[in-house]
C-alpha cells in the first residue's frame, strides 16, 4: 500500500482536505480497489499508481494533485448548487 508523501499530505492540508476525504473522492471516481478507503494511489498524490514516469519524469514535481484538488472543488461546488 502506497503511503501518500509528507509533500502531498500539506498540499492537500493546504486546501483544508484530510488524506481520508481525498482517497474517498478518488476511490468513488475511479473505483480504485482499496475497500476501506485507504489510499490506493500514487505517494505524490494523484490516483494513478503509474504516475511518476507516465504522467510526468520520476523526480520532477508532479502537478497532477494540484489539478485533482481543483476538480474536488469544482465537483463538491457542483453538489452544494445541487442542494440548494
Ligand atoms: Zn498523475
Ligand atoms: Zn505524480
Known amino acids: 500500500m502506497p503511503e501518500l508523501s509528507n509533500e502531498a499530505l ?17 476511490w468513488m471516481r475511479f473505483s480504485l ?25 520520476s523526480g520532477t514535481t508532479c502537478s497532477c494533485l494540484a489539478r485533482g484538488i481543483a476538480n474536488y472543488k469544482s465537483v463538491l461546488r ?5 442542494r440548494s
Open 78 to 82: 457542483g453538489l452544494q448548487a445541487l
Open 10 to 26: 500539506q498540499e492537500l492540508g493546504a486546501s483544508g482536505l484530510t488524506a481520508e476525504e481525498w482517497s474517498s473522492f478518488n
Open 33 to 57: 480497489t482499496a475497500p476501506d478507503h485507504s489510499w490506493a494511489g500514487s505517494s505524490c498524490g494523484c490516483p494513478d499508481v503509474a504516475c511518476a514516469g507516465k504522467h510526468h519524469a
